[in-house]
């Protein structure tokens, strides 16, 4: 099973930029889509964005034009750079490898953003 481990996350202005980075524990080669998701206080886990084999992505319809997700198979990590933060980007940021029938997720990293 792929374990995934996030960071990058931390205490944003709004307006600010943040870029988080997942690092998989196998040969992301073998990995076609992986995604982001976040979970904000008392709130359900919302998908934010996935990638597709190279480069093919979707994004929710709140970050659009805002986040970009990306992935670097030579360093077996996933990235979401997130510009123009606003205060409900406030949420734990998880990514996620979907398999068959199983998602295989990281523990996640906080995100803040507050003045």
């Known amino acids: 099973q792929v374990q995934l481990v996030e960071s990058g996350g931390g205490l944003v202005q709004p307006g600010g930029s943040l870029r988080l980075s997942c690092a998989a524990s196998?040969?992301?080669?073998?990995?076609?889509?992986m995604g982001w998701y976040r979970q904000a206080p008392g709130k359900q886990r919302q998908w934010v964005a996935s990638?597709?084999?190279?480069?093919?992505?979707s994004y929710v319809d709140s970050v659009k034009g805002r986040f970009t997700i990306s992935r670097d198979n030579a360093k077996n990590t996933l990235y979401l750079q997130m510009n123009s933060l606003k205060p409900e980007d406030t949420a734990v940021y998880y990514c996620?490898?979907?398999?068959?029938?199983?998602?295989?997720w990281g523990q996640g990293t906080q995100v803040t953003v507050s003045s």
């Open positions: 196998e040969s992301m080669s073998s990995i076609y889509a």
């Open positions: 990638i597709f084999g190279a480069s093919t992505t």
């Open positions: 996620n490898v979907p398999r068959g029938a199983t998602m295989f």
